[in-house]
């Protein structure tokens, strides 16, 4: 017996179910959500190293999430000690000027004011120089350094970081960096910035030999830092910092995705 021609309608049923599943698989992969979007924006500030401030803008909470805080610092202090004398009585020669060496110890300190980080503890320096022998000022090796560490989530947590690889020039270094990144964002319409403090400063000097007149006296520290700080954010790619929603045209197909899987439901039934 031959087998009945299939009527227009059950043709009709073949047809729309595998049409309802391509839009579906359309309105999934194609065209579903905005996505987000990462940016980074940048400030660098010129600093006197000895007792300097810079003034930083702090993040706009309207921009997006703030991800990370990325700190570089770099700089130059050059000390100067005022050297006393070393006059050494020698018999036919009179009084003789020995020259000795001097190692002087620094303190570098970075504070922010409203705002920012702070040194835990400030970094060590040993600046070396030689005295002439005689009461005299005397400029010591300038003290290059540089300092990188970041503010994220995992800091977040215990309210600190550690320098990272990279950081150099100094005899001890600062532990711990205190900051969070709330520490770099605006709270209110005027919280709009925050300053940094930077000083480098005399904590004690030995002498070798020891010389007759004394241990040398600070004098001044010269010398600039550059401070460079990167706002790593996320924000939506329209702009609008909005969690993301389905396109009006990926709505449409879903719809008609949905109302042929519905027909066809309710023709089986019948």
Excluded: C
Aim: glycine share 12%; aromatic share 10%; charged share 10%.
């Amino acid at each position: 017996m031959n087998k009945a021609a299939p009527t227009f309608p059950t043709r009709l049923r073949g047809l729309l179910l595998p049409l309802a599943a391509a839009i579906l698989v359309m309105v999934l992969a194609v065209t579903p959500f905005t996505p987000a979007s990462a940016a980074v924006i940048t400030q660098t500030k010129s600093f006197a190293v000895g007792t300097g401030l810079a003034i930083f803008d702090k993040f706009d909470p309207a921009l997006g999430s703030l991800d990370e805080v990325r700190v570089s610092i770099l700089g130059v202090a050059s000390p100067t000690v005022l050297a006393q004398h070393n006059l050494v009585p020698i018999p036919l020669a009179g009084v003789v000027p020995i020259p000795y060496t001097i190692n002087a110890f620094y303190d570098h300190d970075l504070n922010g004011l409203a705002g920012g980080f702070n040194f835990g503890s400030p970094a060590s320096y040993m600046a070396q120089g030689v005295a002439p022998g005689v009461t005299a000022p005397v400029a010591l090796v300038p003290q290059l350094f540089g300092y990188n560490f970041h503010f994220d989530s995992a800091s977040d947590a215990i309210g600190f970081t550690l320098l990272d690889a990279g950081s150099f020039g100094y005899l001890v270094p600062p532990v711990p960096i205190n900051g969070l990144r709330d520490d770099f964002i605006r709270a209110s319409a005027a919280d709009t910035s925050f300053l940094m403090q930077s000083s480098f400063l005399f904590h004690h000097a030995i002498a070798t030999p020891f010389p007759l007149g004394g241990l040398p006296t600070p004098l001044t520290v010269t010398g600039t830092g550059s401070l460079q700080i990167d706002y790593v954010y996320t924000a939506a790619a329209s702009g609008g910092g909005g969690a993301a929603v389905p396109e009006p045209g990926a709505l449409t197909l879903l719809g008609v995705g949905l109302a042929g899987l519905g027909l066809m439901r309710r023709r089986g039934s019948q």
